[in-house]
Each structure stands twice: as C-alpha cells, then as structure tokens.
Nanobody, 118 residues
C-alpha cells in the first residue's frame, strides 16, 4: 500500500557528491537507505525516524546525511566525498505503523545504481 520511487543515482568521480531522493505515496514512520554491492549482502547505510533521529553506518559517518521532508513524504541521502567502495545499488525503505498490533511493516523501492569511478 506504500509505493516508493527512487531517483538521483548515477556516475560520479571519487570525492564527488550525489543526492538520492525517495518519494513515498503516503506518510511513513521511518525511512532508511540500504545498499548492496556486487557479491555482497545488503547493508543499512542510514535511517531516520519520524522524530528525525538518525543513525549511520560507520563507513559513511561524516560523509552522508539523511534527511526527510514530511510534507512531501520524501527522504534524501546526501552523499559527499564519495569513494569507489560506495559503489552499489541503493535501496530506499520505509516503515508504517500497523494498527492491528502496533508493529511495523516495511516497504522497499526498486533501487538506484550509484557508481563512483574516475
């Protein structure tokens, strides 16, 4: 019932910047960005709660910033000082609160490719 549309991926040189966007079709409780490099498992990059509390993977701390615009139901990932190791498919996720048991249901975007290369 929640659709996520991602945009902003592309090719960037090492040290460059890129901003990813993910628009949800409705209000959500939290957003997260995950990434998956070839041959590796999907990992959490950053997340942000409804109260704007954030957390980051150690590998991106100080370089990436996650933010959200609740009026637009959109989450952003500003990526600076990009490294070749940041190359991956980046996936947007969102959670909603379930009225039945107060749990959470998670939704996923389709992913956007980020390639950091000279």
């Amino acid at each position: 019932q929640v659709q996520l549309v991602e945009s902003g991926g592309g090719l960037v040189q090492p040290g460059g910047s890129l901003r990813l966007s993910c628009a949800a079709s409705g209000s959500v409780f939290s957003f997260g960005w995950y990434r998956q490099a070839p041959g590796e498992e999907r990992e959490l990059v950053a997340s942000i709660s409804i109260s704007d509390a954030t957390n980051y993977a150690d590998s991106v701390k100080g370089r990436f910033t996650i933010s959200r615009d609740n009026a637009k139901n959109t989450v952003y990932l500003q990526m600076n000082l990009l490294k070749p190791d940041d190359t991956a498919v980046y996936y947007c996720s969102a959670s909603v609160i379930l009225s039945s048991n107060n749990g959470r249901r998670y939704y996923w975007g389709q992913g956007t490719q980020v390639t950091v290369s000279s």
